[in-house]
Protein backbone atom coordinates (compact mmCIF):
# COMPACT_ATOMS: atom_id res chain seq x y z
CA UNK A 1 0.00 0.00 0.00
CA UNK A 2 1.02 3.31 -1.02
CA UNK A 3 2.22 5.43 2.14
CA UNK A 4 0.17 8.32 0.77
CA UNK A 5 -2.92 6.40 1.51
CA UNK A 6 -1.57 6.13 5.28
CA UNK A 7 -0.86 9.72 5.60
CA UNK A 8 -2.72 11.34 8.58
CA UNK A 9 -4.62 14.15 6.57
CA UNK A 10 -4.59 17.48 7.22
CA UNK A 11 -8.40 19.02 7.70
CA UNK A 12 -9.69 19.69 4.41
CA UNK A 13 -8.91 23.57 3.11
CA UNK A 14 -10.50 25.39 6.22
CA UNK A 15 -9.08 23.62 8.94
CA UNK A 16 -11.68 22.63 10.96
CA UNK A 17 -14.53 24.13 10.11
CA UNK A 18 -15.95 21.97 7.45
CA UNK A 19 -17.74 18.93 8.93
CA UNK A 20 -18.81 15.86 7.12
CA UNK A 21 -22.23 16.29 7.09
CA UNK A 22 -24.00 14.11 4.72
CA UNK A 23 -27.61 14.10 2.40
CA UNK A 24 -30.60 12.01 3.67
CA UNK A 25 -31.72 11.32 0.60
CA UNK A 26 -35.35 11.13 2.04
CA UNK A 27 -34.50 15.00 2.97
CA UNK A 28 -36.84 17.78 1.21
CA UNK A 29 -34.47 20.92 2.14
CA UNK A 30 -36.99 22.98 0.32
CA UNK A 31 -39.65 22.31 3.02
CA UNK A 32 -37.20 23.25 5.76
CA UNK A 33 -38.69 26.75 7.16
CA UNK A 34 -35.92 29.71 6.85
CA UNK A 35 -33.35 29.92 10.04
CA UNK A 36 -33.73 32.70 11.57
CA UNK A 37 -30.10 32.90 12.99
CA UNK A 38 -28.35 31.39 9.24
CA UNK A 39 -26.45 35.16 9.79
CA UNK A 40 -24.50 34.41 12.72
CA UNK A 41 -23.83 30.32 11.78
CA UNK A 42 -20.53 29.13 9.67
CA UNK A 43 -20.21 30.68 6.48
CA UNK A 44 -17.50 29.65 4.09
CA UNK A 45 -17.50 32.17 1.61
CA UNK A 46 -18.98 35.09 -0.08
CA UNK A 47 -18.89 36.34 -3.67
CA UNK A 48 -20.24 39.50 -5.83
CA UNK A 49 -23.09 39.39 -7.78
CA UNK A 50 -23.27 42.47 -9.87
CA UNK A 51 -24.46 45.32 -7.15
CA UNK A 52 -25.03 42.33 -4.74
CA UNK A 53 -22.43 39.77 -2.20
CA UNK A 54 -23.81 36.08 -2.20
CA UNK A 55 -22.87 34.11 0.86
CA UNK A 56 -22.78 29.95 1.25
CA UNK A 57 -22.09 27.76 4.38
CA UNK A 58 -23.44 25.06 6.44
CA UNK A 59 -26.72 22.83 6.48
CA UNK A 60 -26.91 24.51 2.66
CA UNK A 61 -27.29 27.95 3.99
CA UNK A 62 -27.24 30.56 0.99
CA UNK A 63 -27.54 34.49 2.19
CA UNK A 64 -27.98 37.44 -0.57
CA UNK A 65 -27.31 40.50 0.92
CA UNK A 66 -28.54 44.07 -1.04
CA UNK A 67 -28.55 47.46 0.16
CA UNK A 68 -26.57 45.72 3.47
CA UNK A 69 -29.00 43.92 4.37
CA UNK A 70 -28.64 40.03 4.60
CA UNK A 71 -31.51 37.51 3.83
CA UNK A 72 -31.66 33.74 4.07
CA UNK A 73 -32.79 32.25 0.29
CA UNK A 74 -34.33 28.94 -0.21
CA UNK A 75 -31.44 26.44 -1.23
CA UNK A 76 -31.99 23.27 -2.79
CA UNK A 77 -29.84 21.36 -0.48
CA UNK A 78 -28.74 20.61 3.12
CA UNK A 79 -24.80 19.62 2.47
CA UNK A 80 -22.56 22.29 3.54
CA UNK A 81 -21.49 24.70 1.05
CA UNK A 82 -18.21 25.47 0.71
CA UNK A 83 -17.36 27.74 -2.31
CA UNK A 84 -19.04 30.32 -4.27
CA UNK A 85 -18.47 31.62 -7.95
CA UNK A 86 -20.18 33.90 -10.30
CA UNK A 87 -19.34 34.30 -13.70
CA UNK A 88 -21.53 38.13 -13.77
CA UNK A 89 -24.49 39.38 -11.77
CA UNK A 90 -26.58 36.65 -12.84
CA UNK A 91 -24.81 33.44 -13.52
CA UNK A 92 -23.47 31.58 -10.19
CA UNK A 93 -22.50 28.07 -8.63
CA UNK A 94 -21.74 26.77 -5.09
CA UNK A 95 -19.94 24.19 -4.49
CA UNK A 96 -19.54 21.84 -1.40
CA UNK A 97 -19.92 18.14 0.12
CA UNK A 98 -21.47 15.40 -1.02
CA UNK A 99 -19.58 16.42 -4.32
CA UNK A 100 -22.48 18.94 -4.56
CA UNK A 101 -22.63 22.11 -7.45
CA UNK A 102 -25.90 24.14 -7.71
CA UNK A 103 -26.58 26.84 -9.80
CA UNK A 104 -28.52 30.27 -10.51
CA UNK A 105 -29.41 31.97 -13.12
CA UNK A 106 -31.04 35.01 -11.23
CA UNK A 107 -28.23 36.68 -9.16
CA UNK A 108 -28.25 33.76 -6.21
CA UNK A 109 -32.41 34.65 -5.61
CA UNK A 110 -33.11 30.57 -7.04
CA UNK A 111 -30.74 27.94 -6.93
CA UNK A 112 -31.19 23.80 -8.93
CA UNK A 113 -28.87 20.77 -8.48
CA UNK A 114 -26.68 20.34 -10.92
CA UNK A 115 -24.81 17.61 -10.35
CA UNK A 116 -24.52 15.70 -6.56
CA UNK A 117 -23.26 12.06 -5.44
CA UNK A 118 -23.54 11.37 -1.77
CA UNK A 119 -21.87 8.07 -2.54
CA UNK A 120 -18.94 10.38 -3.31
CA UNK A 121 -18.46 11.35 0.20
CA UNK A 122 -15.76 14.06 -0.77
CA UNK A 123 -16.11 17.38 -0.76
CA UNK A 124 -15.97 20.19 -3.81
CA UNK A 125 -13.68 23.11 -2.51
CA UNK A 126 -13.67 25.15 -5.41
CA UNK A 127 -14.94 26.17 -8.58
CA UNK A 128 -14.38 28.08 -11.48
CA UNK A 129 -15.89 28.74 -14.77
CA UNK A 130 -14.50 30.29 -17.78
CA UNK A 131 -17.64 31.30 -19.59
CA UNK A 132 -20.89 30.27 -19.81
CA UNK A 133 -20.32 26.94 -20.75
CA UNK A 134 -17.04 25.82 -19.68
CA UNK A 135 -15.80 25.10 -16.20
CA UNK A 136 -14.50 23.66 -13.37
CA UNK A 137 -15.20 22.00 -10.03
CA UNK A 138 -11.52 20.71 -7.32
CA UNK A 139 -12.10 19.46 -4.22
CA UNK A 140 -11.02 16.90 -1.85
CA UNK A 141 -8.27 13.94 -2.85
CA UNK A 142 -7.87 15.18 -6.19
CA UNK A 143 -12.16 15.50 -6.76
CA UNK A 144 -11.75 17.66 -10.27
CA UNK A 145 -15.07 17.93 -12.53
CA UNK A 146 -15.48 19.57 -15.68
CA UNK A 147 -18.63 20.47 -17.80
CA UNK A 148 -18.42 21.92 -21.34
CA UNK A 149 -22.33 22.83 -21.49
CA UNK A 150 -22.80 25.33 -18.54
CA UNK A 151 -22.98 22.59 -16.03
CA UNK A 152 -25.74 20.17 -17.69
CA UNK A 153 -23.17 17.51 -17.25
CA UNK A 154 -20.38 17.32 -15.16
CA UNK A 155 -17.35 14.75 -15.83
CA UNK A 156 -14.30 13.58 -14.05
CA UNK A 157 -11.33 13.88 -14.63
CA UNK A 158 -8.23 12.13 -13.05
CA UNK A 159 -4.95 14.18 -12.90
CA UNK A 160 -2.07 12.00 -12.41
CA UNK A 161 0.34 14.43 -13.79
CA UNK A 162 0.03 15.59 -10.27
CA UNK A 163 1.09 12.37 -8.24
CA UNK A 164 4.50 11.71 -6.60
CA UNK A 165 6.93 9.81 -9.08
CA UNK A 166 6.30 6.82 -6.82
CA UNK A 167 2.64 6.78 -7.18
CA UNK A 168 2.26 6.29 -10.04
CA UNK A 169 4.75 3.54 -10.35
CA UNK A 170 2.84 1.80 -7.55
CA UNK A 171 -0.53 2.57 -9.48
CA UNK A 172 1.02 0.93 -12.54
CA UNK A 173 1.87 -2.03 -10.74
CA UNK A 174 -1.60 -2.32 -9.10
CA UNK A 175 -3.94 -1.73 -12.16
CA UNK A 176 -1.93 -5.12 -13.66
CA UNK A 177 -2.98 -6.71 -10.60
CA UNK A 178 -6.45 -5.89 -9.11
CA UNK A 179 -8.55 -3.11 -11.32
CA UNK A 180 -10.87 -2.69 -8.72
CA UNK A 181 -8.06 -1.98 -5.50
CA UNK A 182 -6.65 0.25 -8.05
CA UNK A 183 -9.60 2.50 -8.57
CA UNK A 184 -9.74 2.43 -4.91
CA UNK A 185 -5.92 3.84 -4.71
CA UNK A 186 -6.38 5.81 -7.13
CA UNK A 187 -9.39 7.80 -5.30
CA UNK A 188 -7.11 8.48 -2.26
CA UNK A 189 -4.05 9.19 -3.69
CA UNK A 190 -3.66 12.74 -5.04
CA UNK A 191 -3.54 15.70 -2.39
CA UNK A 192 -6.69 18.00 -1.95
CA UNK A 193 -7.17 20.46 -4.32
CA UNK A 194 -8.15 23.24 -2.06
CA UNK A 195 -8.26 26.88 -4.67
CA UNK A 196 -8.33 26.89 -8.13
CA UNK A 197 -8.35 30.59 -9.57
CA UNK A 198 -7.69 32.32 -13.09
CA UNK A 199 -4.41 34.84 -13.16
CA UNK A 200 -4.33 37.74 -15.33
CA UNK A 201 -2.65 35.82 -18.08
CA UNK A 202 -5.38 33.18 -18.29
CA UNK A 203 -2.88 30.73 -16.49
CA UNK A 204 -5.05 28.90 -13.78
CA UNK A 205 -3.19 28.49 -10.33
CA UNK A 206 -4.36 25.44 -8.20
CA UNK A 207 -3.19 25.17 -4.76
CA UNK A 208 -3.59 22.10 -2.09
CA UNK A 209 -2.12 19.99 0.44
CA UNK A 210 1.08 18.86 0.90
CA UNK A 211 2.88 21.87 -0.52
CA UNK A 212 0.46 21.74 -4.04
CA UNK A 213 1.40 25.06 -6.00
CA UNK A 214 0.33 23.68 -9.72
CA UNK A 215 -0.76 25.70 -13.02
CA UNK A 216 -2.45 25.54 -16.45
CA UNK A 217 -1.96 27.05 -19.38
CA UNK A 218 -4.87 24.94 -21.02
CA UNK A 219 -8.06 25.36 -18.58
CA UNK A 220 -6.74 23.04 -16.25
CA UNK A 221 -6.54 19.59 -18.77
CA UNK A 222 -3.48 19.60 -17.67
CA UNK A 223 -1.37 20.93 -14.87
CA UNK A 224 2.37 21.60 -14.01
CA UNK A 225 3.50 21.34 -10.57
CA UNK A 226 6.28 24.32 -9.59
CA UNK A 227 8.72 23.86 -7.25
CA UNK A 228 7.88 25.11 -4.13
CA UNK A 229 9.99 24.23 -0.69
CA UNK A 230 7.39 23.80 1.14
CA UNK A 231 5.15 20.86 2.21
CA UNK A 232 2.27 22.15 4.26
CA UNK A 233 -1.50 22.85 2.97
CA UNK A 234 -2.25 25.60 1.04
CA UNK A 235 -5.11 27.26 1.28
CA UNK A 236 -6.07 30.11 -0.87
CA UNK A 237 -3.98 32.10 -3.93
CA UNK A 238 -4.70 35.63 -4.89
CA UNK A 239 -3.34 38.10 -7.93
CA UNK A 240 -2.23 41.28 -6.33
CA UNK A 241 -0.12 44.36 -6.94
CA UNK A 242 2.28 42.05 -10.12
CA UNK A 243 3.05 39.28 -7.94
CA UNK A 244 0.66 36.00 -7.05
CA UNK A 245 0.44 35.25 -3.31
CA UNK A 246 -0.02 31.78 -1.96
CA UNK A 247 -1.34 31.04 1.56
CA UNK A 248 -2.28 28.53 4.28
CA UNK A 249 -1.66 26.31 7.37
CA UNK A 250 0.44 28.06 10.51
CA UNK A 251 0.64 31.34 8.74
CA UNK A 252 2.31 30.17 5.80
CA UNK A 253 2.16 32.85 3.31
CA UNK A 254 4.77 33.06 -0.04
CA UNK A 255 5.10 35.70 -2.79
CA UNK A 256 6.20 35.11 -6.57
CA UNK A 257 6.63 36.53 -9.40
CA UNK A 258 3.74 35.76 -12.56
CA UNK A 259 6.87 33.30 -13.77
CA UNK A 260 6.81 31.44 -10.43
CA UNK A 261 11.00 31.65 -10.81
CA UNK A 262 11.35 33.26 -7.57
CA UNK A 263 9.76 32.66 -4.26
CA UNK A 264 9.93 34.69 -0.60
CA UNK A 265 7.95 34.42 2.79
CA UNK A 266 5.93 36.78 3.87
CA UNK A 267 6.42 36.98 7.56
CA UNK A 268 3.59 37.36 9.94
CA UNK A 269 3.40 38.30 13.32
CA UNK A 270 1.08 35.07 13.99
CA UNK A 271 1.47 31.64 13.35
CA UNK A 272 -2.44 31.16 12.84
CA UNK A 273 -3.37 29.23 9.53
CA UNK A 274 -4.25 31.85 6.50
CA UNK A 275 -7.11 30.84 4.78
CA UNK A 276 -8.20 33.58 2.53
CA UNK A 277 -7.21 36.59 0.85
CA UNK A 278 -8.45 40.32 -0.64
CA UNK A 279 -7.30 43.29 -2.75
CA UNK A 280 -9.26 46.30 -2.72
CA UNK A 281 -9.45 48.71 -5.45
CA UNK A 282 -6.60 50.68 -3.50
CA UNK A 283 -4.57 48.11 -3.92
CA UNK A 284 -4.45 47.14 -0.15
CA UNK A 285 -4.13 43.41 0.42
CA UNK A 286 -6.02 42.17 3.50
CA UNK A 287 -5.42 38.32 4.62
CA UNK A 288 -7.90 36.36 6.71
CA UNK A 289 -7.05 33.23 8.83
CA UNK A 290 -7.82 31.33 11.93
CA UNK A 291 -8.05 32.52 15.49
CA UNK A 292 -9.65 35.67 14.00
CA UNK A 293 -6.85 37.40 12.55
CA UNK A 294 -6.88 39.64 9.74
CA UNK A 295 -3.97 41.37 8.45
CA UNK A 296 -2.90 44.00 6.29
CA UNK A 297 0.01 43.76 4.12
CA UNK A 298 1.41 47.27 2.79
CA UNK A 299 3.74 47.98 -0.79
CA UNK A 300 6.81 46.61 1.18
CA UNK A 301 4.90 43.44 2.49
CA UNK A 302 4.78 44.82 5.72
CA UNK A 303 2.04 42.74 7.69
CA UNK A 304 0.23 44.30 10.79
CA UNK A 305 -2.45 43.08 12.60
CA UNK A 306 -6.34 44.98 11.67
CA UNK A 307 -7.80 43.11 14.81
CA UNK A 308 -8.14 39.40 16.07
CA UNK A 309 -11.52 38.18 17.28
CA UNK A 310 -10.77 35.60 19.40
CA UNK A 311 -12.90 32.18 19.52
CA UNK A 312 -13.48 32.29 15.81
CA UNK A 313 -11.39 31.17 12.30
CA UNK A 314 -12.74 33.85 9.69
CA UNK A 315 -12.76 32.02 6.21
CA UNK A 316 -13.35 34.54 3.69
CA UNK A 317 -13.73 38.50 2.87
CA UNK A 318 -15.06 40.30 0.23
CA UNK A 319 -16.17 43.67 -0.37
CA UNK A 320 -20.02 45.35 -1.36
CA UNK A 321 -20.82 47.77 -4.43
CA UNK A 322 -20.25 50.47 -2.07
CA UNK A 323 -16.59 49.72 -1.13
CA UNK A 324 -17.86 47.87 2.51
CA UNK A 325 -15.55 44.95 3.36
CA UNK A 326 -17.50 41.74 4.40
CA UNK A 327 -16.02 38.74 6.58
CA UNK A 328 -17.13 35.21 7.01
CA UNK A 329 -16.06 32.56 9.34
CA UNK A 330 -17.36 30.08 11.87
CA UNK A 331 -19.26 33.08 13.70
CA UNK A 332 -21.12 34.31 10.57
CA UNK A 333 -20.87 37.47 8.30
CA UNK A 334 -19.47 40.62 10.12
CA UNK A 335 -18.08 44.46 9.57
CA UNK A 336 -15.25 45.76 11.57
CA UNK A 337 -16.72 48.87 13.42
Same mark, same amino acid.
Given at each position: ?????????????????????? %??????????? $???????? =??????????? =?? *?????????????????????? %??????? !???? +?????? *????? &???????????????????????????? $??????????? !?? &??????????????????????? @????? !??????????????????? &?????? #???? $??????? @?? /??????????????? =????????????? /???????? +????? /????????????????????????????? +??????????????? &?????? @????????? %??????? +????????????????????? #????
Amino acid at each position: MSFRTLRNVVAISLGCLISTAS %VNAQFDPLSVQ $IQPLAESS =LVLDIAKAGDS =LV *AVGERGHVLVNQQQDWKQISSP %VISQLTK !VFFL +NEKQGW *AVGHD &ATIIHTEDGGLTWQVQFQSAEVEKPLLD $ILFFNEQEGIA !VG &AYGLFYRTADGGNEWVQEFHEEL @LFPED !VSYLADLKAEDEALYLSER &AALLPH #FNRV $IQLSDNQ @LL /MVGELGLVATSSDNG =LTFTAQPFDYEGS /MFSAIEAN +NAVFV /MGLRGHVFKTDKLFSQWQEIELPVKSSIN +NAFITEKGTLYLVGN &AGVIIE @LDSNDSANI %VARRQGE +NIVAIESDNQGQVWFAGSKGL #FQLK
